[in-house]
């Protein structure tokens, strides 16, 4: 089971939007609605900021929205804010109880 | 606010077994809609799922990694384990605890980590 694809960059600047791509396969991210996305900032932990596609855990702005299209997940961020520039990774359920991790997107904030 | 830490030697030797624990307060560990995974990342790498743990000991393990990882649970004491056989420098890592949602509910499954610990740095070295 090979990890998702992910861009290992993007940036925008403060009050843009940016949007950030997970491409899988049809025996992840195109077979099922389990996506979450997770923001990570150097040195923490993982904070999960989308789950299943689209919906937002309670505290996370509604800047941050998600979406699916056949294979490919993406998370987008409007209105950009400095506190934005970190990791962000894809989690993508692969079928028989199996979870893989994208590689890893780094947000700049320009 | 349920918190999770992760304890354990900072070191292993090649070939040796690393041993963690998580540590669960202000929840339990022993609701339904929950397992409890370890999850970790090599340093300046991604993230790797390696396997989760019902409160009544269903594990499910990363294929890959299913020959060398065996994961516990002591829901008396709210504490989950992971133990990781022969290990090499690939293992180097900061290896994660979290919450993993995992329920039947409107229809539909439901999966996602939503809490994590803080993270611990397991060295393997000589």
């Known amino acids: 089971q090979s990890a998702p694809t992910q861009p290992p960059s993007a940036s925008g600047s403060p009050g843009q939007s940016v949007t950030i791509s997970c491409t899988g396969t049809?025996?992840?991210?195109?077979?099922?609605?389990?996506v979450s996305w997770y923001q990570q900032h150097p040195g923490k932990a993982p904070k999960l900021v989308i789950y299943e596609v689209n919906k937002r855990p309670s505290g996370v702005p509604d800047r941050f929205s998600g979406s699916k299209s056949g294979n490919t997940a993406s998370l987008t961020v409007s209105g950009l804010q400095a506190d934005d520039e970190a990791d962000y990774y894809c989690n993508a359920y692969a079928g028989g109880n199996n979870w893989v991790f994208g590689g890893g997107t780094k947000l700049t904030v320009l | 606010q349920l918190q999770l830490q992760e304890s354990g030697p900072g070191v292993v030797k090649p070939s040796e077994t690393l041993s963690l624990t998580c540590t669960v307060s202000?929840?339990?560990?022993?609701?339904?809609?929950?397992?409890w995974g370890w999850i970790r990342q090599p340093p300046g790498k991604g993230l790797e799922w390696i396997g989760s743990i019902s409160y009544s000991g269903t594990t499910y393990y990363k294929p890959s990694l299913q020959s060398r990882v065996t994961i516990s649970v002591d829901t008396a004491k709210n504490q989950f384990s992971l133990k990781l056989s022969s290990v090499t420098a690939a293992d180097t890592a900061v290896y994660y605890c979290a919450r993993h949602s995992y329920y039947y509910d409107n229809s539909d499954n439901h999966y996602y980590f939503d809490y994590w610990g803080q993270g611990t740095l397991v060295t393997v070295s000589s």
């Open positions: 049809i025996s992840d991210v195109g077979a099922y609605s389990y």
């Open positions: 202000g929840g339990s560990s022993s609701s339904s809609r929950y397992y």
